[in-house]
């Protein structure tokens, strides 16, 4: 089958990578792509929601199959733009429809069901630019760190924590009445802050059956020692050691199966992933946050320890068979390191000639704000490239990634040397 996955960044290249191992894949598609999905697909100029761009592509290209990355094409609700199309309702695609893409599209909509279903999560309250006074009065209720949430999409940017009450306030004026984040942030979540450690659940799902990918944990701050700006991800590891069975159990218990059996009961149409951002708060999972997709640089972990023909399993989503499906994962640990452009996540050069490429060894390059152009691979983004490999422990697996890593040059290449550093 002809299949085409929608996205540009490290996320979008290995499923791309991993797709096209699948003797069911004839021909793959990428759009937009990078300078990586280049090397193994055909990449397309579309960008991810132009609808009826992607609406020609997929009928000039004869594709069965959309795997859609990022999450704003879901939250606009291309699912449901196939579905209503006579000439696309045909086509597979894996990601939600956009009522169930709410849990990612808003804040509030997510907290209230958490709530509804009774899954373990931050208690909160929600507030708009009409009741910024409330919202002060509810953050002297707490106690120090302050977590503010923009409502809606701000590219993994939109939440702030902060230790001094005065500048909890300021910075709730700044998103309501001053729209520090655009429309993202005409509303704000603020929640308690909950003490513990991160990690992330990945589940698939047909709508009726699921299947647990591996956990992923993340790093999300610039800084070393997880100081500094927020990112979209710096780095990730494969399986989080502190995961036990006895946790994990409580995780399928308490937080998976009711997120499944709620989506039923709010009758929230769901084919694709679920990603769980979570908190271990001593020995028990609380849900900080849902995601429509798989996250970035997650996928770049999980993925490669993934077994299974990814596009058997896409089958069976399609097809609501997900419970016929045996997933196989890889024993090794998998960890990747974010390299990312000077300056980022605040202003960045573009253009910057990639070198070394061709000296990896034992690792797995995953393009993200990468692009060809005169012969060159040449940054185009903030995050550029992801480099994965793998180890009998997260350990051996990291100081692989970093061996590699040094043969590797762009200017003002930044990278966090401290990946793992808290397991």
Same mark, same amino acid.
């Given at each position: 089958?002809?299949?085409?996955?929608?996205?540009?960044?490290?996320?979008?290249?290995?499923?791309?990578?991993?797709?096209?191992?699948?003797? =069911?894949? &004839?021909?793959?598609?990428?759009?937009?792509?990078?300078?990586?999905?280049?090397?193994?697909?055909?990449?397309?100029?579309?960008?991810?929601?132009?609808?009826?761009?992607?609406?020609?592509?997929?009928?000039?290209?004869?594709?069965?199959?959309? $795997? $859609?990355?990022?999450?704003?094409?879901? %939250?606009?609700?291309?699912?449901?733009?196939?579905?209503?199309?006579?000439?696309?309702?045909? $086509?597979?695609?894996?990601?939600?429809?956009?009522?169930?893409?709410?849990?990612?599209?808003?804040?509030?909509?997510? #907290?209230?069901?958490?709530? /509804?279903?009774?899954?373990?999560?931050?208690?909160?309250?929600?507030?708009?630019?009409?009741?910024?006074?409330?919202?002060?009065?509810?953050?002297?209720?707490?106690?120090?760190?302050?977590?503010?949430?923009?409502?809606?999409?701000?590219?993994?940017?939109?939440?702030?924590? =902060?230790?001094?009450?005065?500048?909890?306030?300021?910075?709730? #004026?700044?998103?309501?009445?001053?729209?520090?984040?655009?429309?993202?942030?005409?509303?704000? $979540?603020?929640?308690?802050?909950?003490?513990?450690?991160?990690?992330?659940?990945?589940?698939?799902?047909?709508?009726?059956?699921?299947?647990? =990918?591996?956990?992923?944990?993340?790093?999300?701050?610039? @800084?070393?020692?997880?100081?500094?700006?927020?990112? @979209?991800?710096?780095?990730?590891?494969?399986?989080?050691?502190?995961?036990?069975?006895?946790?994990?159990?409580?995780?399928?218990?308490?937080?998976?199966?009711?997120?499944?059996?709620?989506?039923?009961?709010?009758?929230?149409?769901?084919? @694709?992933?679920?990603?769980?951002?979570?908190? #271990?708060? @001593?020995?028990?999972? &609380?849900?900080?946050?849902?995601?429509?997709?798989?996250?970035?640089?997650?996928?770049?972990?999980?993925?490669?320890?993934?077994?299974?023909?990814?596009?058997?399993?896409?089958?069976?989503?399609?097809?609501?068979?997900?419970?016929?499906?045996?997933?196989?994962?890889?024993? /090794?640990?998998?960890?990747?390191?974010?390299?990312?452009?000077?300056?980022?996540?605040?202003?960045?050069?573009?253009?910057?000639?990639?070198?070394?490429?061709?000296?990896?060894?034992?690792?797995?390059?995953?393009?993200?704000?990468?692009?060809?152009?005169?012969?060159?691979?040449?940054?185009?983004?903030? /995050? %550029?490239?992801?480099?994965?490999?793998?180890?009998?422990?997260?350990?051996?697996?990291?100081?692989?990634?970093?061996?590699?890593?040094?043969?590797?040059?762009?200017?003002?290449?930044?990278? /966090?040397?401290?990946?793992?550093?808290?397991?």
């Amino acid at each position: 089958m002809n299949i085409l996955i929608l996205g540009s960044g490290g996320r979008e290249h290995t499923f791309a990578w991993k797709i096209a191992q699948s003797p =069911l894949c &004839k021909t793959l598609f990428v759009a937009p792509g990078n300078s990586g999905t280049a090397q193994i697909a055909k990449n397309l100029d579309i960008k991810v929601t132009d609808f009826h761009t992607i609406k020609e592509a997929v009928l000039q290209h004869e594709i069965t199959m959309v $795997v $859609v990355g990022p999450e704003d094409p879901l %939250v606009m609700g291309i699912h449901d733009f196939f579905l209503n199309d006579d000439a696309l309702k045909h $086509v597979s695609v894996i990601g939600p429809q956009k009522a169930a893409a709410q849990l990612e599209g808003s804040k509030e909509f997510a #907290k209230e069901f958490l709530i /509804r279903h009774n899954i373990p999560t931050a208690a909160y309250k929600s507030f708009n630019a009409g009741n910024v006074e409330a919202g002060y009065a509810f953050l002297e209720t707490l106690s120090p760190p302050y977590v503010l949430k923009a409502d809606g999409l701000a590219a993994g940017k939109g939440v702030l924590i =902060l230790n001094d009450l005065n500048e909890a306030k300021t910075e709730l #004026k700044n998103m309501l009445v001053d729209a520090k984040f655009g429309a993202a942030s005409t509303k704000v $979540v603020i929640e308690e802050f909950l003490d513990g450690i991160e990690l992330s659940c990945f589940v698939l799902t047909d709508g009726e059956n699921y299947k647990i =990918l591996p956990t992923a944990k993340d790093y999300k701050r610039i @800084g070393e020692g997880d100081t500094g700006l927020n990112t @979209g991800g710096m780095g990730a590891v494969s399986p989080v050691p502190f995961a036990t069975d006895a946790f994990l159990s409580k995780i399928e218990e308490r937080i998976v199966k009711p997120t499944i059996e709620g989506l039923k009961k709010d009758n929230l149409p769901y084919k @694709g992933f679920v990603f769980i951002g979570l908190i #271990k708060v @001593g020995e028990d999972p &609380k849900v900080i946050e849902y995601n429509v997709r798989m996250g970035d640089p997650e996928t770049e972990v999980v993925l490669p320890r993934l077994k299974t023909d990814l596009v058997e399993i896409f089958q069976a989503i399609a097809n609501q068979t997900l419970d016929k499906i045996n997933l196989e994962i890889d024993e /090794r640990a998998a960890t990747t390191v974010m390299l990312v452009s000077g300056g980022y996540p605040e202003g960045y050069e573009k253009g910057k000639v990639i070198t070394g490429l061709e000296q990896v060894t034992d690792s797995i390059p995953f393009h993200a704000g990468a692009i060809n152009k005169d012969g060159n691979i040449v940054t185009s983004g903030g /995050r %550029v490239m992801a480099i994965t490999s793998y180890g009998n422990t997260y350990e051996e697996a990291i100081k692989k990634s970093y061996q590699n890593i040094e043969k590797l040059h762009f200017d003002k290449m930044n990278y /966090r040397t401290d990946i793992g550093f808290d397991l």
